[in-house]
T-cell receptor, first 116, second 112 residues
Framework: GAVVSQHPSWVICKSGTSVKIECRSL??????MFWYRQFPKQSLMLMATSNEGSKATYEQGVEKDKFLINHASLTLSTLTVTSAHPEDSSFYIC????????????FGPGTRLTVL | GENVEQHPSTLSVQEGDSAVIKCTYS??????FPWYKQELGKRPQLIID?????GEKKDQRIAVTLNKTAKHFSLHITETQPEDSAVYFC???????????FGTGTQLKVEL
């Protein structure tokens, strides 16, 4: 399967700080990447679709000014959680679609964010 | 938008038995239906998928069936083993850069 890396794998921060999570496509370029959030014992919820060179498309209910997404290159997308609060503590996962194969989506290893 | 429902939420089977997880979707335009396995603290891993032009697909002990008319699809695991214990998610989407909508997940426990 496609290789997606994510950094950091876990982070603990104080309330009010900002945290940046990087998602890299290691084997081929990804025009589109997806950002998900997963709370304990819950499903993956899509936060936004990240498109290289253009603005991200956010899902309803996701604050675009709080969750900043930048997809500056075909291999890197970043998610910045601004002014993080304890309720933002979650498992954040990026995913990319395998181009040419038709729809297969592969995920990064995830980032466990804990906001104190 | 798409809505995916998944049942059951938990499933316990004896080793060697079969396990079946069912999902329904609402968007008739969805044409791609993957299944993911997620172990605790890890990323979801694609285990099998099916596209709308196929009714059934099998890969060793795992099979998926799709009924487009009824808008439901199912995961079948035969000869279950303890290492099959995990959370399984179904998903539906239109592909081509479009998003996937995930089901709520099924916690499968295979008991010795």
């Amino acid at each position: 399967g496609a290789v997606v890396s994510q950094h950091p794998s876990w982070v603990i921060c104080k309330s009010g700080t900002s945290v940046k999570i990087e998602c890299r496509s290691l084997d081929f370029q990804a025009t589109t990447m997806f950002w998900y959030r997963q709370f304990p014992k819950q499903s993956l919820m899509l936060m936004a679709t990240s498109n290289e060179g253009s603005k991200a498309t956010y899902e309803q209910g996701v604050e675009k000014d709080k969750f900043l997404i930048n997809h500056a290159s075909l291999t890197l997308s970043t998610l910045t959680v601004t002014s993080a609060h304890p309720e933002d503590s979650s498992f954040y996962i990026c995913g990319k679609e395998l181009a040419g194969e038709g729809n297969e989506q592969f995920f990064g290893p995830g980032t466990r964010l804990t906001v104190l | 938008g798409e809505n995916v429902e998944q049942h059951p939420s938990t499933l316990s089977v004896q080793e060697g038995d079969s396990a079946v997880i069912k999902c329904t979707y609402s968007d008739s335009a969805s044409n791609y239906f993957p299944w993911y396995k997620q172990e605790l603290g890890k990323r979801p891993q694609l285990i099998i998928d099916i596209r709308s032009n196929v009714g059934e697909k099998k890969d060793q002990r795992i099979a998926v069936t799709l009924n487009k008319t009824a808008k439901h699809f199912s995961l079948h695991i035969t000869e279950t083993q303890p290492e099959d214990s995990a959370v399984y998610f179904c998903a539906a989407g239109r592909g081509g850069g479009n998003k996937l909508t995930f089901g709520t997940g099924t916690q499968l426990k295979v008991e010795l």
